[in-house]
């Protein structure tokens, strides 16, 4: 994560902005925010009051075979699917984050750990840093894309 706070991809820029805008600045989450547009969900995420985002890293992408992951990127019924099942109503903080969690997407996820080692959903993505603030939701940085499971 860069640390000067005048970096887009910053902790202190992350927390001024809505999540979406909050991503493109990211550098890690480039793939993640190519998929967003390629949705069409920016503004609902950017509009969102009070979310969690699971936001897989680019290298998280990376573990997917290219041909699927164009495959996917250029499904929009099924991307829309995929990605809103990173998205659970509600800004979790670490304290809340265990448990079971009904998504967006409508399937739900469980989150397993405590303290700064979690784990999500049923392949396990680690968290590889969380409770990030943006303006309007808790992000958490895993190193897995989640497959929701219809």
Request: with cysteine.
């Amino acid at each position: 994560m860069p640390t000067d706070p005048a970096n887009a991809g910053s902790f202190e820029s992350m927390g001024k902005v809505p999540v979406a805008t909050a991503a493109s600045g990211n550098p890690l989450l480039s793939t993640l925010v190519t998929a967003v547009k390629k949705a069409g969900l920016v503004d609902s995420l950017n509009s969102a009051d009070g979310v969690t985002v699971f936001a897989p890293t680019n290298d998280a992408f990376g573990k997917i075979p290219k041909a699927d992951l164009d495959k996917v990127l250029a499904d929009k019924k099924t991307l829309t699917s995929i990605l809103t099942y990173h998205v659970v109503p509600g800004k979790l903080t670490p304290s809340d984050l265990a448990g079971t969690h009904k998504t967006l997407q409508g399937d739900e996820v469980t989150v397993t750990g405590s303290g700064e080692d979690f784990q999500v959903g049923a392949d396990k993505a680690s968290v590889v840093c969380g409770n990030v603030q943006t303006a309007n939701a808790n992000v958490y940085i895993i190193d897995s894309v989640l497959m929701p499971k219809s």
